[in-house]
């Protein structure tokens, strides 16, 4: 790495930080802190401690930023970093097909080197276009639907037994999150600071204390600690790496990162792909350490840091991504006091904030999996495999859902398949 040209943009930065950068910078931080309840919400849903919970906030959320931070100086471009999203849900399914945290640990290692390895050698771009992306998407829609459907069997469950103490409450409090969340969302061209998922949680947090159903037993004792070191198991390590390391990395780098690169390109920026997939492989195997599932360049937030929003000058936009990134961060370091207020909360409630942050992310792979006319029938078997959240020979759903997803595309859709070899000699 040249050390000079961050140098050089830390040296830049303080004339690049104004009213426009720094609050588009905070935006784009408070949209994923909201993420933060999904990771709450998985790793409870995985039944790790609060410690283990904790740090796998902590991974998330502090080495990912850095990670943005360092490119975002180095380059000069708003590149902020963060984690999968989508990830997440296959950690769930890792965790549902019978692996322990130190296993998953080690998956996340692997995802990692795996992902290092596609960087340096340049691979990475024949592996994104050899890679029918529908088929992708199709299996991160499946892996996240069960948290909207919960969702809909929640307010279910309690208006149907309303003479249950406190389900009365809970219906109560659920409708009026989504209803915030509805409401922010159609003035979110307005009200652009306040997310309509962060409403939501306001809402929730404010009529769980106005109701009396906070449980403050879970803060007794509650103290600061940093991240905890997992260590790694490698047992049955050939099941973890296809249940967990291979699909990981195909969403960091056919995903997570291509959407940000994608949104860069848009803006007229030249996006250094092959040092974002080399860092994100070092930032996964980082994180790995502590239980973090992987480090990557974040997709929604680097359409926020790299608009308009962030003023005229692109080439100060950066700001806004270092901005982000340390503000980020924060909730990262303060993971361990977190997670214990969030364990005050009615975790069924929690649990359907965080199937609401779920809303724009199932529906952005939904549309990836089936607007192009592509890869349709496969990525509908990904899809539905998927959502079964059933593993087979020790290997999660996600892995399966790929695989047959792409020998179905290769007995079906062979038009599609060879218009993506074809495209791949062209260039």
């Not at 849903?45 to 990912?64: K, L």
Request: overall charge positive; glycine content about 10%.
């Amino acid at each position: 790495m040249n050390n000079n040209s961050i140098i050089q943009g830390i040296k830049d930065l303080p004339k690049h930080l104004n009213s426009k950068t720094i609050s588009s910078g905070v935006i784009a931080g408070i949209f994923g802190w909201c993420t933060a309840l999904i990771l709450f919400a998985n790793g409870n849903a995985c039944g790790w401690s609060m410690q283990e919970t904790s740090s796998w906030i902590f991974a998330c959320w502090v080495f990912g930023p850095i990670l943005g931070i360092i490119l975002s100086l180095k380059y000069k471009e708003p590149i902020p970093g963060a984690w999968s999203i989508s990830g997440a849900a296959i950690v769930v399914s890792g965790a549902g097909a019978g692996y322990s945290l130190q296993q998953l640990c080690t998956g996340f290692l692997l995802a990692g080197i795996l992902v290092l390895i596609l960087g340096v050698t340049g691979l990475i771009s024949k592996v994104m276009k050899f890679l029918p992306m529908p088929i992708v998407m199709g299996m991160t829609a499946g892996c996240l639907f069960k948290f909207v459907t919960n969702m809909v069997n929640y307010i279910f469950n309690w208006s149907s037994n309303m003479s249950e103490p406190n389900y009365g409450k809970y219906l109560l409090i659920a409708l009026f999150a989504i209803a915030a969340w509805l409401i922010f969302t159609k003035l979110r061209p307005v009200v652009k600071v306040i997310p309509p998922i962060l409403a939501a949680f306001a809402v929730v947090i404010i009529c769980v204390f106005a109701f009396g159903l906070y449980d403050a037993s879970s803060l007794e004792g509650i103290k600061f600690y940093g991240p905890k070191f997992i260590g790694y198991s490698f047992e049955n390590v050939g099941g973890v790496f296809v249940s967990v390391s291979l699909p990981l990395a195909l969403l960091v780098i056919g995903a997570e990162n291509a959407q940000a690169i994608g949104v860069l390109k848009s803006q007229d920026y030249e996006p250094p792909v092959k040092s974002m997939t080399i860092w994100s492989g070092i930032g996964g195997i980082v994180t790995s350490l502590f239980g973090g599932h992987n480090a990557n360049i974040a997709g929604p937030m680097t359409a926020i840091v790299a608009s308009d929003e962030s003023g005229d000058n692109k080439d100060g936009r950066y700001a806004a991504s270092v901005v982000c990134g340390i503000w980020c961060s924060i909730i990262g370091i303060f993971a361990s006091l977190l997670v214990p207020f969030l364990s005050t909360m009615p975790l069924k409630l929690i649990y359907l904030v965080a199937g609401l942050a779920m809303v724009g992310v199932i529906l952005s792979s939904l549309q990836s999996a089936f607007k192009a006319n592509k890869f349709q029938v496969s990525a509908f078997f990904a899809f539905f495999i998927a959502l079964s959240q059933k593993s087979f020979l020790g290997i999660g759903s996600a892995f399966w859902a790929l695989l047959i997803g792409i020998i179905i595309a290769a007995v079906l859709e062979t038009k599609d398949l060879k218009a993506i070899i074809d495209n791949k000699n062209k260039n």
